[in-house]
C-alpha cells in the first residue's frame, strides 16, 4: 500500500541553524509534492509545490528538492527563527489533480 | 471573504446524532476538498467537488457519511448517527482550478461525539 514516511521525531533546532525534514514515500509515483506548514488550532497553510521533472524549488528562506528515484523530498528553512516553530506535512498529488496524500508531518521547534 | 471559513468551530453530539458541518470557499473557487484529520495524524482525504460535481468520494468511511455542493459554492459534510470514531477535526479546502495547485485549508470543525 502507499506510505509516506516524515521524520518521526520532532525537530529541534537553534535559531539561525537550517532545518532539515525529510519525506520519503513507497509505492508511490506522485505527480507532484507540496509542503504545508500547520499551526495548532489552524488548518494547513500552502508553501511550495514540486512537480516530479523539477528538482528543487527555493522561495525565500524555503528550498526543497524532489528526487523520484530516492523516492524522497527534502526541505529547508535555512536561518532558522522561533516563528518558524510548528508541524510540516509533506502531500504528494497524483496526474489526476484531486486528492492530496498527506504524511503525519513533523514537528518543528526552534529555540532562541 | 478573503479565506475558507468553516463553521461551527467545534461541535459536541451524542453518539447516534445526525451532524451538519458547513464550509465557505474562497469565492471562484473551482475544486473544494474536505479531509479528516485525527490527532498527530496528517489530514486524510474524504471527498472532492469539481464545481457542485462530486468527482471523488472514494474517502468517505461509510455510508453515514455525505457531502453536497449544490450550486457550487457552499458545502456540507453530514454525518449520520454519529460513532465516537468520527471524532476529529474536519478540514475544508479550496482550490482555484483543477490540477496541481496550492490548496487554501480552513480552520476546521473539531467534532467531539460522546
Known amino acids: 500500500s502507499q506510505k509516506i514516511e516524515q521524520n518521526s521525531e520532532a525537530l529541534n533546532i537553534q535559531e539561525g541553524k537550517t532545518a532539515t525534514l525529510t519525506c520519503n514515500y513507497t509505492?508511490?509515483?506522485?505527480?507532484?509534492l507540496q509542503w504545508y506548514r500547520q499551526d495548532p488550532g489552524r488548518g494547513p497553510v500552502f508553501l511550495l509545490l514540486?512537480?516530479?521533472?523539477?528538482k528543487e524549488k527555493r522561495k525565500e528562506r524555503l528550498k526543497v528538492t524532489f528526487d523520484t528515484t530516492l523516492k524522497q523530498s527534502l526541505f529547508h528553512i535555512t536561518a532558522s527563527q522561533p516563528a518558524d516553530s510548528a508541524t510540516y506535512l509533506c502531500?504528494?498529488?497524483?496526474?489526476?489533480?484531486?486528492?492530496?496524500?498527506f504524511g503525519k508531518g513533523t514537528s518543528l521547534l526552534v529555540t532562541p | 471573504g478573503a479565506g475558507v471559513s468553516q463553521s461551527p468551530r467545534y461541535k459536541v453530539a451524542k453518539r447516534g446524532q445526525d451532524v451538519a458541518l458547513r464550509c465557505d470557499p474562497i469565492?471562484?473557487?473551482?475544486?473544494l476538498f474536505w479531509y479528516q484529520q485525527a490527532l498527530g495524524q496528517g489530514p486524510e482525504f474524504l471527498t472532492y467537488?469539481?464545481?457542485?460535481?462530486?468527482?471523488?468520494k472514494s474517502g468517505l468511511p461509510s455510508d453515514r457519511f455525505f457531502a453536497e455542493r449544490p450550486e457550487g459554492s457552499v458545502s456540507t459534510l453530514k454525518i449520520q448517527r454519529t460513532q465516537q470514531e468520527d471524532s476529529a477535526v474536519y478540514l475544508c479546502?479550496?482550490?482555484?482550478?483543477?490540477?496541481?495547485?496550492?490548496?487554501?485549508f480552513g480552520d476546521g470543525t473539531r467534532l467531539s461525539i460522546l
Open positions: 467537488f469539481q464545481n457542485e460535481a462530486q468527482l471523488d
Open positions: 509505492n508511490y509515483s506522485p505527480a507532484y
Open positions: 514540486i512537480r516530479e521533472n523539477e
Open positions: 479546502a479550496s482550490s482555484l482550478g483543477t490540477g496541481p495547485q496550492p490548496q487554501h
Open positions: 502531500a504528494l498529488g497524483g496526474n489526476s489533480g484531486y486528492a492530496l496524500n
Open positions: 469565492s471562484g473557487h473551482v475544486s
